[in-house]
């Protein structure tokens, strides 16, 4: 086991930095690292200098957020950065996202409806002690030659048509070093977006605070029921999860660290619970106590076990520009941050790095940038709007509503597999010609995404019931499950062509049915098994139907849906349960 972070040592390169380098990377965080890493893999002979302004090694547990990943950035920290053998070794495996929806006062876990998975993944994610994975790229990046400097502070860049200059400080003394290409990766500092003026704020209002308890924690522990315990293949595999305790306007994190503490962390959107509710410990844990009984009665008791506590407001923001081919960019969070349900910061960084990599690469072989540079602010900028409008904004009131979100959950895994995670995995990511390739059956799913937002919150408006004691598995579902399965498979472009195609049809017929589970809540409505729907014109507006030629026409029958997705019924909580 290589105990990175516990050592001062490997995390800086010793003497000064040169006056001249290919790429300076702003900020030694989680994406600068992982860029820094990635870019000398892919040119060994790039020369890479990475500013840090903390000093020493990142303290182990409690330093930073961002601890869960999923199996996009699993796959480029294990498999593209090559760094398997430390996230098994050194890090905890993940068994999946796991829900539970509310049940009376939250007294009984056992009680809850449940979603989630009974033994690990087939391809893993991990949950990230971020001290101690942080140090260990550290570690990785002065092993392949990057000029890593800790204690130092970038104070000013000058981007410029030859090389860009940065002003730095180290131990007391201002200096300056020119780079071909500047990457932003300074986390909030967002360096280059003040300097440059590409904020973009977004509509999505959320809050958050979170510490960390020493000990760590196992919800198996909070009941005793056989039934609720058998229902996982194994001990173990609950605490292993990423636990999402629901509820209206909110969830709470439960994330285990690989040296004992668990994360925890309460995310709130302020129209339902204001800032100043859980913007203190004492306040967080009274409204622990209020909202999620078992957990707060668990910390209140455990209160000397606490290590720390940070909170922030108001976190999701846009960007307007992060990739330039006046050789700058930005990287992790310096650009761009939705919100941290479904982990998808690292992916994000995962993304984004490649794109920059591509980029610099290119450059540096005398290739032009331009298309590609704005190609892939397209793609990812477009990503990243996209998942903010029809993932989060204005829908936290949903989240304590079992039955529009196990549909919700099951549309937005469906999606994640199928689009964003299965190009990585195979490579595609910066293929412009296979992106093209592929758009038609792109936008079928977006369109389709952005017609089941409106579902989503119509339904939860319509009917808010609550289930007990059910559990839905994420394998219950064959077809969902060989979306995660296929994430891997290595096919060849036409195989993966194709693939595109047939989930974008599956994808379709998924949101087919779970429309014809919403009219269910709509009074007086119900829909003939055999009249094609347009998957792309749903919605729970009756007035609009004729008009936006729901029926009929274009997509498929709800029975010809239901054929393409058996199993899809096990996930739907109407199907297999009684409200209370
Ligand atoms: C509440 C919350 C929960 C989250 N949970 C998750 C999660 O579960 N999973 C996930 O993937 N993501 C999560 N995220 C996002 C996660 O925090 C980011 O993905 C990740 O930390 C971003 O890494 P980064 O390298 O961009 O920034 P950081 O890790 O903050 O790194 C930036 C670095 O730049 C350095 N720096 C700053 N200014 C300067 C300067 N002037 N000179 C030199 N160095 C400088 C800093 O010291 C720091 O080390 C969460 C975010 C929030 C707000």
Redesign the pocket.
């Known amino acids: 086991m290589t105990d990175s972070g516990a050592t001062p040592t490997g995390s800086t390169v010793e003497g000064e930095p040169e006056e001249r380098y290919d790429v300076a990377v702003?900020?030694?965080?989680?994406?600068?690292?992982s860029l820094a890493l990635q870019l000398k893999q892919a040119r060994p002979e790039t020369s890479i200098f990475i500013?840090?302004?903390?000093k020493g090694p990142?303290p182990l547990a409690a330093f930073?957020?961002?601890?869960?990943?999923?199996e996009l950035?699993a796959h480029y920290f294990g498999e593209v950065l090559g760094l398997r053998e430390h996230l098994e070794a050194d890090e905890l495996p993940k068994a999946g996202l796991r829900y539970f929806f509310p049940a009376g006062d939250n007294s009984d876990i056992s009680q809850r409806v449940e979603w989630g998975a009974t033994a690990l993944p087939p391809h893993p994610s991990f949950q990230l002690d971020?001290g101690r994975f942080?140090n260990y790229l550290a570690e990785r990046n002065l092993a392949a030659g990057n000029d890593l400097f800790d204690g130092?502070?970038?104070?000013e860049v000058d981007l410029r048509d030859d090389d860009h200059v940065v002003s730095?400080s180290r131990n007391g003394q201002a200096r300056t070093l020119s780079a071909r290409w500047v990457v932003d990766?300074?986390?909030?500092?967002s360096?280059l977006k003040r300097k440059l003026g590409l904020q973009k704020s977004v509509e999505h209002k959320v809050n958050?605070a979170?510490f960390r308890l020493a000990g760590g924690l196992d919800i198996d522990s909070w009941s005793d029921d056989p039934v609720w315990h058998e229902r996982m293949e194994g001990p173990g595999i609950r605490r292993l999860s990423?636990n999402h305790l629901m509820g209206e306007g909110y969830w709470v994190?439960l994330?285990p660290l690989s040296t004992g503490p668990i994360s925890i962390?309460i995310?709130a959107d302020p129209r339902f619970h204001p800032f100043d509710e859980i913007d203190t410990l004492d306040r967080a844990i009274d409204w622990l106590l209020r909202h999620e009984r078992q957990l707060g009665e668990e910390v209140d008791r455990r209160r000397d076990q606490i290590e720390d506590f940070l909170r922030?407001e108001d976190?999701a923001y846009s960007c307007q520009r992060v990739f330039s081919p006046e050789r700058w960019a930005l990287?992790?969070?310096?650009g761009c941050?939705a919100d941290?349900f479904y982990?998808?910061?690292?992916?994000?960084?995962a993304q984004g790095n490649t794109f920059v990599t591509d980029l610099v690469c290119k450059d540096l072989a005398g290739m032009e940038i331009n298309k590609p540079a704005a190609a892939y602010n397209a793609t990812f900028l477009g990503a990243f709007e996209t998942l903010l409008g029809s993932v989060y904004t204005d829908q936290y009131q949903l989240w304590g509503n079992a039955e529009v979100m196990c549909a919700k959950v099951v549309w937005e895994f469906a999606v994640y597999w199928a689009n964003a995670a299965l190009p990585f995995f195979h490579g595609k990511l910066t293929d412009l010609d296979f992106a093209a390739a592929v758009r038609a059956d792109q936008r079928r799913m977006i369109s389709v995404s952005s017609r089941l937002v409106h579902v989503f919150r119509a339904w939860h408006e319509l009917s808010n019931r609550e289930f007990r004691g059910v559990f839905i598995s994420n394998r219950a579902f064959p077809a969902l499950y060989q979306l995660h399965l296929d994430l891997a498979a290595g096919f060849d472009d036409e195989t993966l062509k194709r693939k595109y195609a047939e989930n974008a049809d599956l994808l379709e017929a998924i949101a087919v049915v779970i429309f014809s589970q919403a009219v269910k809540a709509l009074p007086d409505q119900s829909l003939d098994e055999d009249v094609k729907i347009n998957p792309a014109a749903i919605s729970l507006d009756p007035e609009r139907w004729e008009k936006d030629r729901l029926f009929g026409e274009k997509g498929l029958t709800l029975a010809e849906a239901r054929r393409k997705t058996l199993g899809l019924e096990n996930m739907l909580l109407d199907e297999i349960a009684q409200p209370v």
């Open positions: 702003l900020g030694g965080g989680l994406a600068g690292l500013a840090e302004r903390r990142a930073k957020v961002g601890e869960s990943t999923v950035s971020r942080e130092c502070t970038v104070e730095y990766a300074s986390g909030y500092a360096i958050s979170w990423t994190w994330i962390g995310v922030v976190f990287v992790g969070v310096s941050f941290p982990s998808p910061g690292s992916d994000f960084i």
